[in-house]
């Protein structure tokens, strides 16, 4: 194996990343439930938990799709990444209007708690993804072209 070499990824290392951002949320979650619950009640915990609960479902659900398409079709990955951003945004969009729509946001559960435990679970998805996957040893696709293999080549002759 020549320097320039990246090595292969381990089945291992990807799941990693993505139970590392999961963990990540989770805990942001439970600490937002424990809060919501001292401060506001149970409608607020109500509110917490099924934000985290939400937050977790749609991005490991995403980030394992891009991560099987990744492992089988690099070259697809960024249009893959693409289109399960936005259907991740419409499924939390949809999901936000069947909550509004079944009344439960107001009675059960409190949207606000819902709402801002939506936006700190994936914020801290998000930053413990980033961090994780800027710490691999190994990019996470494989960015080399098939034509700088070709060029090395003729050069050396």
């Given at each position: 194996?020549?320097?320039?070499e990246?090595?292969?990824?381990?089945?291992?290392?990807?799941?990693r990343?993505?139970?590392?951002a999961?963990?990540?949320?989770l805990?942001?979650g439970l600490l937002?439930?424990?809060?919501a619950?001292?401060?506001?009640g149970s409608?607020a915990?109500?509110?917490a938990?099924?934000?985290?609960a939400?937050?977790?479902?749609?991005?490991a659900t995403?980030?394992?799709?891009?991560d099987?398409?990744?492992?089988?079709?690099p070259?697809?990955?960024?249009?893959?990444?693409m289109?399960t951003?936005?259907l991740?945004v419409?499924a939390?969009?949809?999901?936000f209007?069947?909550?509004s729509?079944?009344?439960?946001?107001?009675?059960?559960?409190?949207g606000?708690?819902l709402?801002?435990?939506v936006?700190v679970?994936?914020f801290?998805?998000?930053?413990v993804?980033?961090?994780?996957?800027?710490?691999l040893?190994?990019?996470?696709?494989?960015i080399?072209?098939?034509?700088s293999?070709?060029?090395?080549?003729a050069?050396e002759?």
């Amino acid at each position: 194996m020549m320097t320039t070499e990246m090595p292969e990824t381990t089945p291992v290392e990807r799941p990693r990343v993505l139970l590392g951002a999961a963990c990540a949320a989770l805990v942001a979650g439970l600490l937002l439930v424990l809060l919501a619950a001292l401060v506001s009640g149970s409608a607020a915990a109500y509110g917490a938990a099924a934000g985290t609960a939400i937050v977790i479902g749609v991005f490991a659900t995403g980030s394992v799709a891009v991560d099987l398409v990744a492992g089988l079709l690099p070259n697809a990955s960024l249009m893959v990444a693409m289109l399960t951003y936005t259907l991740q945004v419409v499924a939390l969009a949809l999901i936000f209007v069947a909550l509004s729509g079944s009344g439960l946001l107001d009675d059960t559960i409190d949207g606000r708690w819902l709402g801002g435990t939506v936006i700190v679970g994936t914020f801290a998805w998000l930053v413990v993804q980033i961090v994780l996957t800027m710490r691999l040893k190994f990019p996470p696709i494989d960015i080399t072209s098939p034509t700088s293999d070709h060029q090395d080549q003729a050069g050396e002759g």
